[in-house]
């Protein structure tokens, strides 16, 4: 998974990056590519060309995050951006075969070394146990499991979870299945136009003790890992009690158990921040904060 840096406001991010991406640390890191901070781009007011969904088609995201959306779209256009209609191909493949092979591509030993020596969160000790499995039980496992797999939601299916990259080549096959969806996805970005891309993104804040249970629910951030695209979080408004009560009648894709525990981890979030998704191609880090800083005024405007 990839990490980056938090801030109250996008300026402050913005401000992180010009740090970052200044001579001294070119200096510092030879391996860094000595490309400085765009002001131009980041500074720029020039209408954008704004591709837009608000489901993924794999975990449908409860209501307040979907009308977070939908709300920051129609800001966008009466502030005179173009909106297109995107749609991000073949996520439930995204997900089953090339985030979690990538992920536990060496059965999650690279996982469990993390907590060698360390307490375990009681939200992680499901997936702790099961990693520390013996190869062979979870071989049984996943040939008992198998076919139950349609039943288990063409969503993540826990059998994939235990599926490894059983060689060298098989990793490199996998590496290259990464670097060709990746090129799909950028053609069909370019075929389309698009300069970022606003989506949903998994909130509002979950209950203590559930985001353990719901890994089959990141599907929306979890794509631009795999892409490895810059991508940024605007908080734009609050959970309200229209969206509590249209929760109630959330069944997600198929009311299936992953459906009905994030609607209960969920639940009872009136005034929690609501967050949008905004993305650029690779390299475009500047143009992804000038997009975050354009969807966080026009969220304070309103």
């Known amino acids: 998974c990839a990490v980056g840096p938090m801030a109250r406001d996008v300026d402050s991010l913005a401000l992180c990056m010009k740090a970052l991406l200044c001579q001294e640390m070119f200096q510092l890191d030879p391996t860094v590519p000595p490309i400085p901070f765009d002001e131009e781009t ?14 993924d088609g794999y975990f449908p995201l409860p209501p307040c995050m979907r009308r977070a959306v939908k709300e920051t779209r129609r800001a966008l256009q009466a502030a005179g951006h173009q909106l297109v209609l995107f749609s991000p191909p073949r996520i439930p493949y995204v997900m089953t075969e090339l985030f979690l092979k990538t992920f536990f591509a060496d059965g999650g030993r690279a996982w469990l070394d993390v907590f060698t020596g360390d307490i375990v969160d009681p939200g992680l000790k499901v997936q702790v146990n099961s990693f520390k499995m013996p190869r062979l039980v979870k071989k049984l496992l996943a040939l008992l499991l198998k076919p139950l797999q349609f039943l288990l939601l063409l969503k993540l299916k826990d059998v994939a979870v235990i599926s490894t990259c059983r060689s060298v080549k098989e990793m490199w096959n996998h590496h290259h299945q990464i670097q060709v969806y990746r090129s799909q996805f950028i ?26 249970k719901l890994l089959t629910a990141i599907s929306s951030t979890m794509l631009y890992n795999v892409l490895n695209f810059p991508a940024g979080v605007v908080p734009v408004s609050t959970v309200t009690e229209a969206d509590e009560e249209e929760l109630k009648l959330y069944q997600g894709c198929c009311d299936d158990p992953w459906d009905r ?13 609501v967050a949008v998704q905004c993305v650029a191609l690779p390299w ?17 405007d309103r």
């Open 284 to 300: 475009q880090e500047e143009l992804c904060l000038r997009f975050m800083k354009e969807v966080e005024t026009l969220s304070r």
């Open 187 to 212: 053609s069909r970005w370019k075929e389309l136009q698009l300069d970022v891309v606003l989506c949903p993104v998994l909130g509002p804040a979950f209950t203590t003790g559930y985001p353990g």
């Open 261 to 273: 525990t994030l609607k209960q981890a969920v639940s009872g979030a009136v005034g929690m921040p």
């Open 42 to 55: 980041y500074s720029s007011s020039s209408p954008l060309r704004v591709g837009y969904y608000d489901t």
